[in-house]
């Protein structure tokens, strides 16, 4: 089993819709909790951190459930702009401070 | 502007070449990464430094070395022992801690002539 598993899509959503992005990971013990965005063919940029009451900045939500062990992206009123690959990450405390990514979830905004 | 800069963008290997890719950071962040990453595919980690002078193996360290006798300086060498090396190499730093998130530079695209 993969330590962070993400749905690879590809979403096709139209301009305006709300889309959500789930993933899991594997490690129980694991306390960092990050998404990134990922354009074609760029590096990975900090979309924002995961925290455990979850956390809202404009129109993307990130909620967290230990429990079931898995994140959540919630991207409101989809823009053009928010085509990208979001890559789900995980900070594993296997003894080393790196953290793992997921393969990410390509989401296309249709006009 | 504090920020990593990666060079070269683009790089060719001829068979039985090693090269050097280059990543520098003035972020003052103590932790440096080297990932790789294929097409369609999510990130790997080749090798990471937390310290000047320290640096351990990732996931698929095998065919690459590295050297970190600065805190801005992380390089990356590609050895002509990895026989795939065609691929996009990202280098991040952060600040030590496991709540840090990674920053990227703009990465390498090494391919094989």
């Known amino acids: 089993r993969k330590e962070v598993e993400q749905d690879p899509g590809p979403f096709n959503v139209p301009e305006g819709a709300t889309v959500a992005f789930n993933c899991t990971y594997s490690n129980s013990a694991s306390q960092s909790f990050f998404w990134y965005r990922q354009d074609c063919r760029k590096e990975p940029k900090l979309l924002m951190s995961v925290y455990s009451s979850g956390n809202e900045d404009g129109r993307f939500t990130a909620q967290l459930n230990r429990a079931s062990q898995y994140i959540s992206l919630l991207i409101r009123d989809s823009k053009l702009s928010d085509s990208a690959t979001y890559l789900c990450?995980?900070?594993?405390?296997?003894?080393?401070?790196?953290?793992?990514f997921g393969s990410g979830t390509r989401l296309q905004v249709q006009p | 502007d504090g920020g990593i800069t990666q060079s070269p963008k683009y790089l060719f290997r001829k068979e039985g070449q090693n090269v050097t890719l280059s990543c520098e950071q003035n972020?003052?962040?103590?932790?440096m990464y080297w990932y790789r990453q294929d097409p369609g595919q999510g990130l790997r980690l080749i090798y990471y430094s937390q310290i000047v002078n320290d640096f351990q193996k990732g996931d698929i360290a095998e065919g690459y070395s590295v050297s970190r006798e600065k805190k801005e300086s992380f390089p990356l060498t590609v050895t002509s022992a990895q026989k795939n090396p065609t691929a996009f190499y990202l280098c991040a730093s952060s600040m030590v801690g496991g709540d840090q998130p990674q920053h990227f530079g703009d990465g390498t695209r090494l391919s094989i002539l």
């Open positions: 990450v995980v900070n594993s405390e296997t003894g080393r401070r790196a953290l793992t």
């Open positions: 972020l003052n962040h103590d932790a």
